[in-house]
């Protein structure tokens, strides 16, 4: 059985990942995880790098944005606005991610969006929502529930434009695992312009279809694999 101890473990994990990959964006942008037993989730404290997020530190909110703890630190209220809506629609995510990094912030504004330009992108072909730019989302009421309805099922993946992206999955290495993905396919589709190609090869819509059943049908346990390795090069990086 998932327990709190766990989901904090590995949520703080998450963070450490990402900011040691440079997907982070100075105190900004937010990862959240479901509370195993309760209608509450855990987010970092407002201010922190995200390599200065632990287990000890998380702090565990309610779905209005209380802190269970009134002694614990602040909360981006950002954060509470995107993740309570997205918790309280869809049971079955349990772990989202909400970041800024520079080149999917250049895709958010291409028209066309993600383009299926790589295999990385197959991973979420016709399995993207888009978001027009609405300013800071900090009303739940109105921009939080837009932003969780637009997110149909089998959606894991949001674009917010001119802003950034929000992903979602069951589990914390479902989420890194479609974020990996999302980073690359946004790279590789910001080279494009410095290559040369305006028109860049784009497979039939069949073959694409193909490609993503391959790739999640490819292993049992969606992410599991990778999240371990990054697991271990963070023990790794931490060593030094």
Same mark, same amino acid.
């Given at each position: 059985?998932?327990?709190?101890?766990?989901?904090?473990?590995?949520?703080?994990?998450?963070?450490?990942?990402?900011?040691?990959?440079?997907?982070?964006?100075?105190?900004?942008?937010?990862?959240?995880?479901?509370?195993? $037993?309760?209608?509450?989730?855990?987010?970092?404290?407002?201010?922190?790098?995200?390599?200065?997020?632990?287990?000890?530190?998380?702090?565990?909110?309610?779905?209005?944005?209380?802190?269970?703890?009134?002694?614990?630190?602040?909360? $981006?209220?950002?954060?509470?606005?995107?993740?309570?809506?997205?918790?309280?629609?869809?049971?079955?995510?349990?772990?989202?991610?909400?970041?800024?990094?520079?080149?999917?912030?250049?895709?958010?504004?291409?028209?066309?969006?993600?383009?299926?330009?790589?295999?990385?992108?197959?991973?979420?072909?016709?399995?993207?929502?888009?978001?027009?730019?609405?300013?800071?989302?900090?009303?739940?009421?109105?921009?939080?529930?837009?932003?969780?309805?637009?997110?149909? *099922?089998?959606?894991?993946?949001?674009?917010?434009?001119?802003?950034?992206?929000?992903?979602?999955?069951?589990?914390?290495?479902?989420?890194?695992?479609?974020?990996?993905?999302?980073?690359?396919?946004?790279?590789?589709?910001?080279?494009?312009?410095? *290559?040369?190609?305006?028109?860049?090869?784009?497979?039939?819509?069949?073959?694409?279809?193909? *490609?993503?059943?391959?790739?999640?049908?490819?292993?049992? $346990?969606?992410?599991?694999?990778?999240?371990?390795?990054?697991?271990?090069?963070?023990?790794?990086?931490?060593?030094?």
């Amino acid at each position: 059985m998932t327990t709190p101890d766990f989901v904090r473990s590995e949520l703080a994990k998450a963070y450490q990942i990402i900011a040691m990959l440079g997907w982070d964006d100075s105190t900004y942008t937010h990862l959240t995880h479901r509370h195993p $037993n309760k209608p509450h989730f855990f987010i970092q404290p407002f201010g922190l790098f995200f390599e200065e997020v632990t287990k000890l530190n998380l702090v565990e909110v309610d779905f209005l944005g209380n802190s269970v703890n009134p002694s614990e630190s602040d909360i $981006n209220k950002t954060g509470y606005t995107i993740h309570s809506a997205i918790y309280q629609t869809r049971p079955e995510i349990n772990a989202i991610f909400h970041l800024h990094t520079p080149e999917s912030i250049a895709v958010s504004s291409n028209p066309r969006g993600i383009l299926p330009i790589s295999q990385h992108a197959y991973h979420f072909h016709d399995r993207v929502a888009y978001y027009d730019y609405d300013s800071l989302t900090l009303h739940q009421e109105t921009q939080g529930q837009d932003i969780a309805k637009n997110l149909e *099922a089998d959606v894991p993946i949001m674009v917010l434009r001119n802003h950034g992206t929000i992903v979602c999955g069951k589990t914390i290495q479902e989420a890194f695992f479609y974020q990996y993905h999302l980073q690359k396919a946004c790279i590789i589709q910001c080279m494009l312009p410095s *290559a040369g190609y305006e028109n860049p090869i784009m497979p039939a819509q069949k073959v694409c279809e193909r *490609a993503q059943r391959d790739i999640l049908d490819f292993e049992e $346990n969606l992410g599991l694999r990778d999240w371990q390795a990054f697991c271990r090069k963070l023990s790794r990086e931490k060593s030094f």
